[in-house]
């Protein structure tokens, strides 16, 4: 018996990293899984992301768990995209259970630097294209009275981070969404949570723009990045993370252990955000 036997959860951004550890570890405990991502580069995005072979490669890791699984190329930044992917869950599974809102992008640059193209793509993959994957699930949910989404934010909606202030923007933006998700839905039983990863190990975090930022210096590598890593969390033996260890805190969310839970915003971050302030770079 499975934690979520019957159940049919929808992963957006689920062709690698963080999506396919979502997509995975909730097959594991019985559910069957609609796999949606855009698998295509986004310009403004400087790292490769995630391909049309990387989604088919999900599909099969959930059907060789003995799970039923679709794999739907949309882009978040679509309504239309995102409904069409609702409406075929239902057709094809049934129903729509869960929500796993977890597409995103990430990219580096001074604010007074940044594009308008860099801002706008940042807030409407991560920001707006979340709140149009609630969009297109809540009215199923509603109907059925039941229904779980939990929506990726990060440890930076609590926290200024320099370089990406369009993330930061994006993602304290995102947890204000959840708790007005929460409570606009909690009258139709359906719940909404957050996950606030830390440094976690996916492809978002595994290009020289991380390697740099985390070495404080151009030419980073990524022994700086792990060293980096280290020194980001607090908790012991914690650098870089793998992605499951924010899947398994969705899955409780999703769960009926949680199931007197909504509206809250859980950090998995080694203990970064326990971590006092200093200044690394002091002008004098």
């Known amino acids: 018996m499975g934690k979520l036997d019957g159940k049919v959860a929808l992963v957006t951004g689920a062709a690698r ?14 559910a069957d899984v609609v796999a949606v991502d855009i698998a295509a580069q986004i310009a403004t995005v400087d ?3 995630a391909s049309q072979d990387d989604l088919a490669e999900t599909v099969k890791l959930v059907e060789g768990i003995g799970r039923r699984a679709i794999g739907i190329q949309a882009d978040v930044r679509s309504q239309a995209q995102l409904d069409d992917a609702v409406a075929r869950a239902i057709a094809e599974l049934g129903h729509v259970d869960i929500l796993i809102a977890n597409a995103g992008i990430h990219s580096l640059a001074p604010f007074w630097e940044m ?11 991560n920001l707006t294209g979340v709140w149009k994957s ?7 949910m509603i109907e059925r009275g039941s229904g779980s989404i939990v929506m990726t934010a990060s440890v930076k909606a609590f926290e200024p981070g320099a370089n990406y202030a369009h993330y930061v923007a994006a993602k304290r933006g995102l947890v204000g969404l959840m708790g007005t998700v929460a409570l606009e839905l909690a009258p139709y039983g359906i ?23 985390m070495a404080g210096r ?5 022994e700086d990045r792990e060293r980096g890593g280290r020194r980001f969390h607090a908790l012991k033996g914690h650098g870089f993370m793998p992605p499951e260890m924010v899947a398994n805190a969705a899955l409780w969310l999703v769960s009926d252990e949680a199931s007197a839970i909504t509206g809250v915003s859980v950090p998995v971050d080694g203990g970064h955000l326990l971590l006092p302030g200093f200044n690394h770079n002091p002008v004098e």
């Open 218 to 222: 151009a030419g980073g590598t990524r």
């Open 115 to 125: 594009s308008e193209e860099m801002w706008d793509d940042m807030i409407d993959v």
């Open 47 to 49: 790292y490769p992301m």
């Open 191 to 213: 719940r909404c949570n957050a996950v606030c990863p830390g440094a976690i190990d996916t492809g978002m975090t595994d290009w020289q723009g991380m390697y740099d930022m």
């Open 134 to 140: 609630a969009k297109a699930v809540a009215p199923h």
């Open 17 to 30: 990293g963080q999506g396919r550890a979502h997509a995975t570890t909730l097959a594991r405990e019985g």
